[in-house]
C-alpha cells in the first residue's frame, strides 16, 4: 500500500468516524426523548386547578368503567427562589418546581443519588448537582437540611443538572396548580385521551395543551437519514443498471427481482419503517378539512411552545429538538462526502482493509460515544449500513463492470 492510499484511508476514517459520532449522539439524545417525554402536557392559564379537583375527576372516570385512567401530576414552577444552607451560611437563587403527584413525570432527568420522595413527603427535596455545589461545596449532600421561605427541607435526592433546581411535594388540597402532566402509558392515542378527560370532568377555562408527539415522530425519522442515503443510494445504483441494460429482458428480469431483494432486506436488516400516527389518519380520505385543521393544531401547538412563559422542560426539549436535527444533518452530509469520496478514490481499493477500517472505526466511535455518556438502545442500520455499502459497492463493481454480463 503506497503513501498516497494510506492518505486517503486517513481521511476516509476520520470522516466515518465523525459522521458516527453525531450519528450517535443525535440518536442517543432522541432516544431520551422518546424516553423522559411520555405524557401529555397541559398548561393552564387562568382559573388553575387544585389536587382536590384532579381527585374527584379521577373517581369519576374510575366509575365511567373505562381503562384509560391516567396518572396525573400537577405543578407549579418558580423561576426564581432564595435556598439557604444555615449550618454554611450560603445561599443561592433556584428554579423551584412544587408538584403534586409523581415528580419524574415533570422533571426529565434520572436520579443520581438518593430517590424522588412521594406526595405525602412534604418534608423532603430534589435538587440538582449544581445547587449542591453551590450551598455545599460537593454532591455528597443527601440527607443534609436546606431552607427555603423559612421551612426546612431534607434532601432525599441529586439529580444532575447544571442548573441550580429544587424540587418539593405540595400536598394542600386548596393549594392552585397551572401546569398539569397526564400519562397514559404507552397508549398512542394519548392526546386523544387527554383532551376527552380535561373536557369532561375538569375543564379549565384556558389551557393549551402542548402536543409533543408530532415533533418525536419527525425526529424519529430523521434519526434514521444516514440509513436512507445509503440505501437509497444503493437503490439507485440497481435502478440505473436496470435502466442499462432494459435491452436485454432477461437481465431486466433478474435485476427487478434484485432491486426488490434488495428493498425488503434493506427493510428488515436496518428496521426501516414509516408508520403514521394515529391522529394523522383520516376517518375519511376525502375529508381534505381534517388536514387543515390538523395542521392548524400542530402550528397552535408549536406557538403555545414558543409564546407561553417557558418552563425548564419544554426547554429542555426544544434544546434537545435543535440539538438532535443539527447532529443528525451534519451526520448524513458527512455520510455523502463518504460517498463521493470512496467514489473518488477507494473505489478500487482492497475491500478487505476498506472493510476492516469501518468496522475499527465503528468500534472507536462508539467507544467514545460510551465515554461521553452517549447510550443508546441498539440499532441494527447504524452498525450495519456502511459494512453493508462498502460490500455492496465491491459487488456490484464486479458484476456491473462494462466487460461483464449477468
Known sequence: MTKRQIERIIIFSVLILAAMIL?????????????NFKTVSIRIQKDGVNSQTIKEALENKADSATNDIPDITIWNYIKEKKVENKTLLTEASVGLYEVNGNM????????KQGFFPDLEDNKGCVISNMLAYKLFRSADVVGNTIVVDNKSYKIRGIVEDKNPVMLISSCKKEKIFYNMNLFYGNQK????LAVDFLSTFISPTNYKLINQDILKYCLEIIKDFPI????????LIVLKNIWKRRAFVFQTIILIVVFFMLFFTFRWAFELSLSIPQDFIPTKW?????WTSKFGEVKDSLQSMKYLEPVPRDVIFQSYCMRIIFDILLATTLMIIVIIY?????????????IIDVALIQTLA???????GNIFNQIRGYYLVLPFYITFMHIQKIIFSEDKLL
Open 104 to 111: 419524574e413525570l415533570v422533571y426529565p432527568y434520572s436520579i
Open 228 to 235: 436512507w442515503l445509503l440505501a437509497a443510494y444503493m437503490l
Open 23 to 35: 450519528w450517535g449522539r443525535g440518536i442517543t439524545k432522541q432516544q431520551y426523548l422518546e424516553e
Open 342 to 354: 470512496h467514489r473518488m478514490y477507494l473505489k478500487e481499493g482492497n475491500y478487505l482493509w476498506i
Open 366 to 372: 462508539i467507544g467514545i460515544l460510551f465515554f461521553q
Open 189 to 192: 392515542n394519548a392526546k386523544k
Open 286 to 290: 376525502s375529508d381534505f378539512s381534517f
